[in-house]
């Protein structure tokens, strides 16, 4: 079935795609989201996982344009005790003059499902915004599982609330957080909360973790402490470092959470710390956000 207006829904590996058609895809991605990506940058965000390529569905016009994208990032999850393959989806997007063809999304998801099942893709996994949530799970009927939370630690108060007085705001939230980091230090002497594994997790492999974290990342990796990535962002003039992955020698606990946190205060200049996603322990250290604070929703999906 294809779309009104003789639209062509095409289906690609990353590989697959020519150098026209990257061209296209790039110049219309950085027109629907202001972005400033270049075809490289895209060919790499796209090959940078264990298969070593995306699954892409390209909707096509009738003088060779692309108006529509959406893909599926093949990464290897466990389920149970076996390996499976699992898609990460985004980089949707239609362009503005397309819109009024509201089924142009569904008819790319459904092709590029319906060729990644094929191929041995058992489930996808979104985190859709607020304009594309109904549509998600109305439309493309996918099951909405939770949202993902926000734990922060706030390290330069006076920065991130904007108070007069900085330097001294910022030198006693500091001052606070340490102290606050020693009282944790001596708590997992006596209680280190770990990670209860899951019925489904991705498999972190040496591969996974070298091209997840390929480049832009902070990281500490060695066998003695374990391994530790987080990449540095300026929101809104505050500098905000992400935990992405901590997994110390005894897996992934609050002992781990302690030593990336003191990875990144003792090497960076960050008025705070965060981690966004789900933690099967309370982390103790960094401190939830409560739903009516959080800068947006972030519904995990799945199909």
Same mark, same amino acid.
Do not use: W
């Given at each position: 079935m294809m779309p009104k207006g003789n639209t062509n829904i095409i289906v690609r590996k990353t590989y697959e795609i020519n150098d026209g058609q990257w061209r296209k895809f790039v110049k219309e991605f950085n027109n629907t989201f202001n972005r400033q990506s270049s075809v490289e940058d895209k060919k790499e965000f796209y090959s940078s996982n264990v298969y070593g390529y995306s699954y892409h569905a390209f909707a096509v016009s009738d003088n060779g344009n692309i108006i529509g994208h959406t893909s599926l990032i093949p990464s290897q999850y466990r389920a149970g005790d076996q390996t499976v393959m699992m898609g990460i989806s985004g980089g949707t997007f239609v362009s503005k =003059?397309?819109? /009024?063809? #509201?089924?142009?999304?569904r008819e790319m998801y459904n092709k590029l499902k319906k060729y990644a099942q094929k191929e041995g893709m058992t489930a996808t996994l979104g985190v859709p915004n607020k304009n594309s949530f109904q549509y998600v799970t109305k439309i493309l009927n996918k !099951?909405? #599982? &939770?949202?993902?939370? $926000? %734990? !922060?630690?706030? !390290?330069?108060? &006076?920065?991130?609330?904007?108070? @007069?007085? @900085? /330097? #001294?705001?910022?030198?006693? /939230?500091?001052?606070?957080i340490l102290a606050w980091y020693w009282i944790n230090k001596l708590y997992i002497l006596f209680h280190n909360p770990k990670d209860e594994k899951p019925i489904y997790e991705v498999i972190k492999s040496t591969d996974f973790l070298n091209k997840?974290? @390929?480049?832009? %990342? &902070?990281?500490?990796?060695?066998?003695?402490?374990?391994? %530790? $990535? $987080?990449?540095? =962002?300026? =929101?809104?003039? #505050?500098? !905000?470092?992400y935990i992405m992955y901590a997994n110390g020698k005894s897996g992934a606990d609050l002992k781990s959470l302690l030593r990336i946190s003191n990875i990144i205060l003792g090497q960076e200049m960050v008025d705070m710390v965060m981690y966004i996603g789900l933690l099967n322990f309370f982390p103790r250290f960094l401190f939830k956000v409560p739903k009516s604070k959080i800068p947006q929703k972030l519904p995990l999906t799945v199909d």
């Open positions: =003059e397309h819109r /009024s063809n #509201i089924f142009l999304f !099951v909405h #599982i &939770g949202d993902l939370n $926000y %734990y !922060v630690l706030p !390290v330069r108060l &006076g920065n991130i609330m904007d108070l @007069k007085f @900085k /330097s #001294i705001c910022n030198f006693l /939230s500091r001052l606070a997840r974290f @390929k480049k832009g %990342y &902070g990281q500490v990796a060695d066998d003695t402490c374990g391994q %530790y $990535y $987080y990449k540095l =962002e300026d =929101e809104g003039g #505050i500098r !905000v470092a």
